[in-house]
């Protein structure tokens, strides 16, 4: 099994940063690839960042340029990098593992509020 715990929400004026820590333990070698999700009320959880064991990343196009993932050498950390927030950033970030055939693995969430 697979452990996700997120840190690093809270509340951030537009413009500011904010840097997102997801913390994975039990059988992180069953993890080829780790992303960060976003949602709100009215919108369907959608991916904004991941990055793949080997370190390739891919960003939604609405954080391109502004939002940075990245992992330690252990491959039991990930990081969400947040600058030039902006008040639709505003959301729930989920950290996500997935394993191949397995089931993927959420954390619970941290809450991202960016002020106008």
């Known amino acids: 099994q697979v452990q996700l715990v997120e840190s690093g929400g809270g509340l951030v004026q537009a413009g500011g940063s904010l840097r997102l820590s997801c913390a994975a333990s039990g059988n992180i070698f069953s993890i080829n690839r780790m992303g960060w999700y976003r949602q709100t009320p009215e919108k369907q959880r959608e991916l904004v960042a991941s990055?793949?064991?080997?370190?390739?990343?891919s960003y939604a196009d609405s954080v391109k340029g502004r939002f940075t993932i990245s992992s330690n050498n252990a491959k039991d950390m990930v990081y969400l990098q947040m600058n030039s927030l902006r008040p639709e950033d505003t959301a729930v970030y989920y950290c996500s593992a997935e394993r191949g055939t397995l089931p993927r693995r959420w954390g619970q969430g941290t809450q991202v509020i960016v002020s106008s």
């Open positions: 990055i793949t064991r080997d370190g390739s990343t």
